[in-house]
C-alpha cells in the first residue's frame, strides 16, 4: 500500500499577514472581519515588567478600552490582536478605516504624566526605542499607526513617518535621567529602555495623521 503525504500549503493572512495554512483568513481575521463576530475587548495589560506601577498600566488599559468602544459604538470593524501580534509585533488593534479603504495595523498609547504621581498630561508625548529588556521598542514594530490618546479622542499617526523623526534627532537629544523633559532621550534607573520625550505639538509636522474624537 503506498502512503500519501500531507502536502501543507503555507499561505499569509490576506489582512494580516500572518501565517494561515490553506486559508485565505487567519481564524482572527475570519471571525472579527468575514463572520462580523462582536469579538472581545482588550485583554488585561500585563506588561512593563514587574517595575511598571499600577496608574501606568490602568491608564493604558483605558486608553485601549476607549478605542475600542469609538469603533464598536460607531459600528465601525475592528479586532484586538492576538498575544503574539500584541508582544512581538507592537500592534493593539486591527481596523478597516473607511477613508483609507484598507485595513491597518493600530498601537495605542495613552496620556502620560510628566513625573510619576501627576496628572496625565496630552502635551507631552514618550516613544519607545528600547524596551525594558534592551530590544527594538514600539516605534521599530509592525504597526501602520500609532494612536496618542487626547483628551478629546485619539490623534493617529503614521508610524513609519514618525520612526523618520526619531531617527532624525537620535543622535542629537541629550540622555537625562529626569522624566518628562522634551526633547530628550530618558532612561530609568535599573532598567534597560530608553525613551525618546516630544512636545505633542511635533506630532503636527506629520502628514499621514488623522484624529478621532469622542
Known amino acids: 500500500m503506498v502512503k500519501t503525504q500531507k502536502i501543507v500549503i503555507r499561505m499569509n493572512c490576506s489582512i494580516c499577514h500572518c501565517i494561515s495554512y490553506h486559508h485565505i483568513f487567519c481564524q482572527p481575521c475570519y471571525h472579527a472581519f468575514v463572520k462580523r463576530d462582536q469579538g472581545h475587548p482588550p485583554s488585561k495589560i500585563v506588561g512593563g515588567g514587574i517595575l511598571a506601577d499600577?496608574?501606568?498600566?490602568?491608564?493604558?488599559?483605558?486608553?485601549?478600552n476607549r478605542f475600542y468602544e469609538y469603533?464598536?459604538?460607531?459600528?465601525?470593524?475592528?479586532?484586538?490582536?492576538?498575544?503574539?501580534?500584541?508582544?512581538?509585533?507592537?500592534?493593539?488593534?486591527?481596523?478597516?478605516?473607511?477613508?483609507?479603504k484598507k485595513f491597518v495595523?493600530?498601537?495605542?498609547?495613552?496620556m502620560k504624566a510628566k513625573k510619576r504621581n501627576m496628572e496625565p498630561d496630552a502635551s507631552i508625548v514618550y516613544i519607545e526605542i528600547l524596551?525594558?529588556?534592551?530590544f527594538a521598542g514600539w516605534i521599530y514594530g509592525e504597526a501602520d499607526y500609532i494612536a496618542f490618546?487626547?483628551?478629546?479622542?485619539?490623534?493617529?499617526?503614521?508610524r513609519k513617518e514618525l520612526l523618520v523623526l526619531v531617527e532624525h534627532?537620535?543622535?542629537?537629544?541629550?540622555?537625562?535621567?529626569?522624566?518628562?523633559?522634551?526633547?530628550?532621550?530618558?532612561?530609568r534607573f535599573n532598567r534597560k529602555d530608553l525613551v525618546m520625550v516630544f512636545p505633542f505639538s511635533i506630532l503636527n509636522t506629520i502628514s499621514d495623521k488623522y484624529c478621532l474624537t469622542n
Open 71 to 100: 469603533y464598536q459604538f460607531h459600528h465601525r470593524m475592528i479586532r484586538c490582536s492576538t498575544k503574539y501580534e500584541n508582544t512581538k509585533k507592537h500592534y493593539d488593534f486591527i481596523v478597516f478605516e473607511d477613508h483609507l
Open 54 to 64: 499600577f496608574r501606568s498600566l490602568s491608564l493604558g488599559q483605558t486608553a485601549e
Open 169 to 187: 534627532y537620535l543622535v542629537k537629544l541629550p540622555y537625562v535621567t529626569e522624566s518628562g523633559v522634551e526633547f530628550s532621550l530618558y532612561g
Open 131 to 134: 524596551n525594558i529588556e534592551g
Open 105 to 110: 495595523k493600530i498601537e495605542v498609547k495613552s
Open 149 to 158: 490618546q487626547t483628551f478629546s479622542g485619539f490623534m493617529v499617526v503614521s
